[in-house]
Each structure stands twice: as structure tokens, then as C-alpha cells.
């Protein structure tokens, strides 16, 4: 083993934090990486300053560090030098070379053989595994009979802790593959001081090859022992993928079981090939490709020491930008499209204090008018469109307040509803909800429809806000596909506003869904076409990355004006900005977008969770767009496979009453819906035609059982197809709570689509999945009942 490779594996399981200033060096310009795509080099290693010049770890005998215990300290920090020798060898020699003429029994002759050649394997396994950077080693038994255990946890780098390493150690030991221990029982779960290790007792079996030179026999152990810890390795670095993954969201993506779901029965692993998919509206597993990316991300995050983090994050900016913004905007990266939000938030914060200290004394209303620092504290008034179709947490979100009761960093508890810390001293800030759908029968429109006066709602509640304050400033939210697919409000009132009232306006696209044409979000970031604001988007809705990963894209005209605000704020200010945004971003999220914001960040790693959902993410979005560039009819083609699609399943979903209600979908002008249609199938159940539709809470059973295999538990009369139907395991977008009556959702993601462009899988073979998944809802609705009798 090479210095260099020494020095990467101490650098990678330290768990120092890095100087982030000495890391990216960005000082306001922006670092690019020298090259582009998933599988770029990373270059030579970056030299070492200062105190960590002098942290070069001890080498012993054959280039391998010592081994070194774990502590419950992040990244696996390793103390304690233990050189760790299981025998003195010479026992088995000495004993060799005198029981054979002091007529030891051949009993005697075998064990110490056996020692010798335990010893020998055990000794080159322990090397073998301080080699890795998969590998922690623990201990050593000795046992009867020249036997030796070698006992280890295992778990890569940027693990969080102990628990993390313990949980991969455990699940390793249980899936072991044939050739690892299903045959020879090679490793074993067994306690060590208050924990469960791995061990492995030496010497293994004898290998099938008989008569060998001590040479060859050398040779063959070498050989054996690798392919053992290459093999581990593999099943290491599959699991600790997943288990990084998950950390670094929100209580969303909390996990449970062996499989590894929340709540939303998806989790990191990849999907299963026998699952029908139809959630990309909520949530989604990566499928195996999408899982590869990550892999490999991960892996250059090992090779790439302290400039990984800058870089690779910089990476994702520059390939989400390249994807959709078209020259016209930047990227801040978020662990959520419902955190997000706090990038606009900020923006109008910003905003409303610049104004305020432009304005005469006494020109604000009576609360402003106290001492000096009230009378520059902003006003930020944000309108929720779409309210209980967007995500859940948004109002809390738009008022400075956690959402959630764990945070994506930090990892501490916090109150639903708690104000971010120090943002408030800042500014007062208020959400305003605005229900898109009638909620009165009586009200002269169609029950649950789209209100035909939301326009003027919004706009109304708009010109309210900002005439209670010259310095207030409301934030408006378009939403480009709410969970049902609305688009509402009409842009039309973003321009009006917009004109009439300028930077007294933060005009948000809430893109989350992800389900439009390519030209809406550089259009809506294009300071010529009237908007000119931020853009929420994300990768883990129509594009069915893990759930989560999301970004906000700014248009530059917005980064330069907040940039200029943050510049005449002063320190204490940019340090509460910084403070509130902590728990969800580190400064590699920001970049150098906001570079006086970046550098009040904490220094520190990056969200490695969210850059692994991100690389998977990225993945889908970059072969859609490949596949769609390789397909003769391009991006028309595309599209009207979204058509075909999205009409035939309209239509079989009407043939399943009067179990099955279809909603009826409103499809969009122009580049607001992918393909010009709605990509959302709405359905609400119900279990006999003069029965009420299933409320939310019914419907969330009916989405749970929808992914279980109910074959059993039909009732005895069922038909052997309905037993096979019931049989199929299917996903499908969480209940939507609407007027009228509560949805499932049944929906075409990327995946399907890209199936469909490069003819993996034709229509008449996908449409006949989505009937399967039609008429198992409609079979549970039959059913509902009785299922809900048996505890499933």
C-alpha cells in the first residue's frame, strides 16, 4: 500500500472538520470542476497546510496503519494503536519440529498445523483489512484447538457513527451471500464490550486444491482471502450507500424495518423489478441505475479527500443549471422542495429591510415606528397557492418556521411550527392559504372545481399586503402543477403585479412536480419575460429520484440584487441569515451564488445524503433528456408518448365504476404540462355505487394495502384473477384531501417514459400494468371491509 493511498484512507475516515475557505478558495468567484459527468477524475490529491500536515498515520510493517477502535465520533475517527499480534508463532513451529520426534500423537501433529496455518491466514486477513477503508478492526479470540478469531464492524466512510456502522456490520453478517457463508458459515454475529461485531474464525476450510507447495499453498491462501474481503467489501459499500442516503432530510425520510420504508413505503434501496410504480407524485426508491450514480458519486467523495465536497456539489450545480436553466439563472441545492422555500423567504427579507431603510421616518405602520433597529425590521407576506395541494409543510415553511420535528442537519429535535432561529428578529413574516378548489356545493360552480375567481383572490390578498406597508413584500407562488396537476394562479397575475410594483413582488414558480415542457423555467428565470424570480424544482417527483433532493434556481438579475443587499447588511445581520439557514444548508449547498452568506456558514463536510439522492436524480434527468436526444423524432416523440399515455389510462380509468370515480384533469397551454396534458390520474373510490367515497384517512389504508401482496386475505369467493391481481405489488401517489371527495393518484414518471421512448417496454404492454393497478384498486374498494377485518 502507497503512502498516497495511506494518506486518502486516514483522510477519508478522519473526522475532522475542513477549513471550508482553505478547501473551496472562493472568495466570491466561482470554482468549476475541470470536467463535467458522473465519472470524472478528481485529480491529484490537494496538498496538506497547517496542523493536518503532521497528521500522517503511523505505518507499520508491509505499508498497512494499525488498527484502530471505533468511537461514537463522526466519520469513524480512529484511536488507540493496537499492533495486535493473535499468537506467538513460534509456539506452532517449535511445537512442529519437536512432537514428531518426542512421539506426539497425531492428534496433537494436526492442531498445531492448524494453529500455524490459522495463525498465518488470520495475520494476512488482519492486514487485508486495515488496507481497507471498509473496515474497522475490533479484536481477536484465541481458541481451542489452534483456532483464531478475528473480530471487526464494518461500515465506509462519511458514516455518522457508531449505530450506523453497526447497523451495516449487522446486515452484512445477515445477507451473507452463498460464497461468503451460506456454504462454510465463514462470519457470525457475536458480542464484544456491550456491541455485536463480525468474526471470522481462522483457518478456513482447506481448499479443494490437495498436494500444494508451501509456495503455492501461500499463494492460494493469498487468493482466497482476497476474493473474501473484495466480496465484503461489495456488500459494505452497497449497504453503507443506502444507509448515507437516508440521512440528511427531514422526519419525511425517517426509516424503518428491515426493508428500510417510510411512511411513503419507499426507502434507498432500489425499487423492486416486480414493483408497478405509479408514485413519482410523492415519492419514489431509486431504481438501479439511479443507485449506481450514487455509488459512484460516493466512491469519488472517498478518492477526491477535502476538495470532493466543493466539488462535487459545484458538479450538481453545474448539471442542473446546464439541464434547465438555459444560461439564465443559478442553483442553490436543498434537501426539499418544502425547505426550499426558505430561499425566497430570504429573498424577501432582503428585500423588505433594503426598502424600510430607504423610507422616511414614521412613513411605516405604528409597530415599525419604535427604536431604530424596529424601524428597519422587514415585512414578508407569503400566499400559499394551492394550499393542502402543495406540499404539507408549506405554510409553516413560508413563515419561517420548522416543518418538520427533525431537521436535515444538526440532528436534533425541534417543535412543528418553531420559528427558525434569529430569522424573526429580522423580519415579521406571515402566510396567507388560498384554497384553489370550490368548496361549496351551493357556490354555482362545479363541486371541487378550480375556483373561477382565484385570480382575483390572489391578486386582491396581493394588493391588501402590500398597501398595510410601503416596506412589505409579498411573496407569490405560481404553482406549475399542484398534487393534482392545477396551475394556478394564471401567470397572468405574477406579470400584472410584478409590473406594477417590481421588487415589492418575489414571483416564485413552484415547479416541485417536475411535470412541465423544457422552455418554462428558463422563460420564467429570463428577466425579458416579465417574471424574472425564483424557481422551486426538484429530483425526486416526476423524475423518481429518492425522496429528497431539490434546489432553488434564481435568476441572475435576483442573485445580484441580493448580493448587493447582503454586502449593506451588517456581520450580525449575514450571521443570523446564516444561523437560520443551518439546519437545512451547509456553504456547499450555497456555493458561490451568495458568497458573503457562504462564508457565514459553518464550515464543515457537505450533506453527503442529499449529494448521493442528487447524483441518483441526476441520473434520471440526464437519460430522459439523452434518450429523447436519441430518438428520431426527438423531442415531439416525447411527447407524444406522454399523449398516448396519459389519454388511454384516462380512459381505462372510467371502466372500473362505480368502484373507480375518474377525476376529470385539466390540461394547459403551452409548455406548463409536458406534452400539454395532465400527467396526473385523479381517482376517488368507493366501495358500492350509493356508498360515500373513502375519506383521506381510508384511502391511506387503500395506498398501503395497494403495495402488499393481498391474495390471501380476499375473500374465499374471489376468483383465482382477482387473486392474481391482488397478488401485484403497486405504488401510487399518496391520498389528496379535495372538495368533494379525497384522491388516489396514479401518474407516468421518467422512468416509464423513458421505457417508452427508447422501447424497452411498449404502451400495450405498460397500459396493460396500469389496468392491473386500476383493478386492484377497485378490487380493495370491493373489498375494503373484509380486508380491513385481518391484520395485514
Known amino acids: 500500500m502507497s503512502s498516497s493511498s495511506v494518506l486518502s484512507s486516514r483522510a477519508l475516515t478522519a473526522g475532522r472538520v475542513f477549513n471550508k475557505s482553505g478547501a473551496n478558495g472562493l472568495n466570491g468567484k466561482k470554482v468549476r470542476a475541470a470536467a463535467t459527468g458522473p465519472t470524472r477524475a478528481m485529480g491529484q490529491p490537494a496538498e496538506r497546510t497547517g496542523a493536518d500536515a503532521d497528521r500522517v498515520p503511523r505505518v507499520i510493517a508491509g505499508g498497512v496503519r494499525h488498527s484502530m477502535r471505533v468511537t461514537r465520533l463522526r466519520d469513524l475517527v480512529e484511536i488507540s494503536p493496537d499492533l495486535w499480534a493473535p499468537y506467538n508463532s513460534s509456539y506452532a513451529k517449535e511445537y512442529l519440529q519437536t512432537s514428531s520426534s518426542s512421539g506426539a500423537s497425531l492428534d496433537m501433529l ?88 463480525a468474526q471470522i474464525k481462522f483457518p478456513l476450510s482447506p481448499s479443494l486444491n490437495i498436494a500444494l507447495t508451501p509456495e503455492e499453498e501461500a499463494l492460494d491462501r493469498t487468493a482466497r482471502l482476497n476474493a473474501l474481503v473484495k466480496g465484503l467489501e461489495a456488500q459494505i459499500v452497497d449497504e453503507s450507500t443506502v444507509c448515507i442516503m437516508e440521512k440528511g432530510s427531514d422526519d419525511r425520510s425517517t426509516f424503518h424495518g428491515t426493508a428500510r420504508l417510510n411512511k411513503y413505503f419507499t426507502g434507498m434501496r432500489a425499487r423492486a423489478p416486480d414493483l408497478l410504480h405509479r408514485g413519482t407524485c410523492t415519492s419514489s426508491s431509486p431504481t438501479d441505475g439511479a443507485l449506481e450514480a450514487s455509488k459512484e458519486m460516493l466512491a469519488r467523495l472517498w478518492e477526491g479527500e477535502e476538495r470532493a465536497d466543493v466539488q462535487l456539489m459545484e458538479e450538481v450545480r453545474d448539471r442542473c443549471e446546464e439541464l434547465f436553466c438555459g444560461g439564465n439563472g443559478r442553483m442553490v441545492i436543498h434537501p426539499s422542495g418544502t425547505d426550499a422555500e426558505t430561499m425566497p423567504l430570504l429573498t424577501a427579507v432582503l428585500e423588505s429591510r433594503a426598502i424600510a431603510r430607504s423610507l422616511p421616518a414614521g412613513s411605516r405602520p405604528a409597530e415599525y415606528s419604535g427604536d431604530a433597529k424596529q424601524a428597519l425590521r422587514g415585512n414578508v407576506i407569503s400566499l400559499v397557492a394551492c394550499a393542502g395541494e402543495v406540499g404539507s409543510g408549506t405554510t409553516d415553511a413560508c413563515k419561517g418556521r420548522f416543518f418538520s420535528k427533525t431537521v436535515p442537519l444538526g440532528g436534533y429535535m425541534v417543535a412543528m411550527g418553531q420559528e427558525l432561529p434569529a430569522l424573526h428578529d429580522l423580519a415579521t413574516m406571515e402566510a396567507i392559504d388560498l384554497v384553489a378548489r370550490e368548496e361549496d356545493p351551493n357556490s354555482g360552480g362545479c363541486d371541487g372545481a378550480p375556483r373561477g375567481d382565484y385570480d382575483a383572490l390572489v391578486e386582491a390578498k396581493a394588493r391588501e399586503a402590500l398597501a398595510s406597508d410601503p416596506a412589505a413584500v409579498v411573496v407569490l407562488h405560481t404553482v406549475a402543477g399542484s398534487k393534482t396537476g392545477l396551475r394556478l394562479p394564471s401567470p397572468d397575475v405574477s406579470l400584472r403585479l410584478k409590473a406594477e410594483f417590481g421588487h415589492r413582488i418575489v414571483s416564485v414558480l413552484d415547479a416541485c412536480q417536475m411535470r412541465h415542457g423544457p422552455t418554462l423555467l ?253 383493478a386492484k384498486l377497485a378490487l380493495i374498494a370491493r373489498q375494503y371491509d373484509h380486508l380491513l377485518s385481518h391484520s395485514l
Open 522 to 774: 428558463p422563460d420564467w428565470l429570463d428577466e425579458s419575460k416579465g417574471h424574472c424570480g425564483p424557481v422551486l424544482m426538484t429530483s425526486s417527483k416526476f423524475f423518481g429520484g429518492p425522496s429528497f433532493g431539490s434546489g432553488v434556481l434564481f435568476p441572475h438579475a435576483t442573485v445580484d440584487r441580493m448580493n448587493e443587499q447582503l454586502d449593506a447588511e451588517p456581520p450580525a445581520t449575514v450571521a443570523a441569515i446564516a444561523e437560520a439557514c443551518a439546519s437545512y444548508l451547509t456553504h456547499h449547498d450555497i456555493g458561490d451564488v451568495l458568497p458573503r452568506l457562504h462564508d457565514a456558514m459553518p464550515p464543515g463536510f457537505c450533506n453527503v445524503g442529499v449529494l448521493l439522492r442528487w447524483a441518483a436524480g441526476l441520473h434520471e434527468m440526464e437519460t430522459l433528456a439523452a434518450a429523447t436526444a436519441a430518438h428520431p423524432g426527438g423531442h415531439a416523440a416525447t411527447e407524444a408518448a406522454v399523449r398516448s399515455w396519459v389519454f388511454a389510462v384516462r380512459e381505462q380509468a372510467q371502466q372500473f365504476g362505480p368502484y373507480l370515480e375518474y377525476v376529470p384533469a385539466i390540461d394547459y397551454d403551452g409548455d406548463w404540462q409536458l406534452g400539454g396534458v395532465n400527467t396526473i390520474v385523479a381517482v376517488r373510490l368507493r366501495s358500492a355505487a350509493d356508498a360515500e367515497p373513502f375519506s383521506a384517512t381510508e384511502l391511506k389504508k387503500v395506498y398501503a394495502l395497494m403495495t402488499a401482496d393481498i391474495s390471501e386475505f380476499l375473500t374465499p369467493q374471489s376468483t383465482m384473477r382477482e387473486r392474481r391481481i391482488g397478488s401485484q405489488k403497486c405504488l401510487l401517489g399518496q391520498p389528496v384531501d379535495i372538495p368533494a371527495g379525497a384522491v388516489l393518484r396514479t401518474v407516468l414518471g421518467a422512468a416509464q417514459l423513458k421505457d417508452l421512448v427508447t422501447g424497452k417496454q411498449n404502451l400495450g404492454d405498460m397500459l396493460d400494468d396500469d389496468r392491473v393497478v386500476l
Open 110 to 197: 494436526d492442531i498445531a498445523k492448524k494453529a500455524e496455518d490459522g495463525l498465518a491466514q488470520a495475520t494476512l486477513f488482519k492486514e487485508m483489512l486495515l488496507a481497507s477503508q471498509h473496515f474497522r478492526l475490533y479484536s481477536h479470540k484465541t481458541f481451542e484447538d489452534g483456532v483464531y478469531g478475528v473480530r471487526f464492524l464494518m461500515g465506509s466512510p462519511r458514516m455518522e457513527g457508531l449505530d450506523d456502522v453497526q447497523r451495516v456490520t449487522r446486515y452484512v453478517c445477515e445477507h451473507q451471500d452463498d460464497y461468503h457463508a451460506g456454504k462454510e458459515g465463514l462470519l457470525h454475529l457475536v458480542p464484544d464490550a456491550g456491541m455485536m461485531v
